[in-house]
């Protein structure tokens, strides 16, 4: 449950009372990045074992079409934006957080083969192309290596506060898939990156984000499938019929 109060405070108040473990180490990372990071993210003011409580950042969640119909300056920015609070986060250290993301996090085996509950809907030609991406993500060893970076883990714009008038972003939100990761994970749902329309924009937050080389460029775009798949599953688990229709098409256009 969530309570916001004045339109300045949030309340969350958990289903199960707040585990002394990965959730402590989460909060204590949040009030320390806090201090480092360019964009506001939740500061805890108020921990108790029955609730949280943190200060609002104010503005709204932005879809994606609307950093599509931005102008080209505007786009600039919010690239800007997002490359130099990235690496923010992705260089920040803290002792406290020792365990990986549990989710998004690439794990030898994962992407072997077309699963059974996707095939079903996909015709051979589509399968065959999409065992071929995910042979490309096995054989990759920059998606296996031991992580060192905190990341998000589930960075996309539903966690992200912007202001529509000033188009700026205001901060991040929902850490709760906080945890060490491969940085390129971090970047996957920012767009569709499957195709090449969307290029000029992650460049531009690779750029301000500091990335050496192109590695990480066609690492992210390696990736960008596994998004459409995680979406495909988390409709799946919730027999959302209508979800998972929306993310085979996504899929069928992407092997097509």
């Known amino acids: 449950m969530i309570i916001e109060i004045n339109g300045k405070w949030i309340f969350r108040f958990p289903r199960n009372p707040i585990s002394k473990e990965n959730t402590k180490e989460r909060l204590d990372f949040l009030i320390s990045f806090a201090k480092k990071s360019s964009l506001k993210i939740p500061t805890p003011k108020y921990i108790e074992n029955n609730f949280i409580g943190y200060e609002k950042i104010q503005g709204s969640h932005p879809h ?62 589509e399968i065959r192309v999409l065992e071929t991406k995910l042979k490309a993500i096995e054989n990759n060893p920059l998606n296996f290596k031991k992580p060192t970076s905190i990341i998000h883990g589930d960075f996309y714009f539903n966690n992200i506060i912007w202001n529509p008038d000033k188009k700026v972003i205001t901060g991040v939100i929902d850490w709760a898939n906080l945890g060490l990761g491969i940085p390129a994970m971090d970047f996957i749902m920012l767009a569709d990156f499957n195709g090449n329309k969307n290029d000029k924009f992650l460049k531009e937050i690779l750029k301000y984000y500091g990335a050496k080389g192109d590695d990480l460029f066609f690492q992210i775009k390696e990736n960008a499938i596994i998004d459409t798949m995680n979406w495909f599953w988390s409709y799946y688990k919730e027999s959302n019929s209508k979800g998972v229709a929306g993310m085979i098409k996504k899929l069928k256009k992407i092997l097509a």
């Open 64 to 125: 994606p079409t609307n950093i599509k119909k931005l102008s080209e300056k505007d786009k600039l920015r919010i690239a800007k934006q997002i490359g130099l609070f990235l690496k923010d986060l992705h260089n920040f250290k803290s002792k406290k957080i020792n365990f990986d993301t549990g989710y998004l996090v690439m794990r030898k085996g994962d992407y072997e083969t077309c699963p059974k509950e996707i095939a079903k809907y996909l015709d051979e030609d």
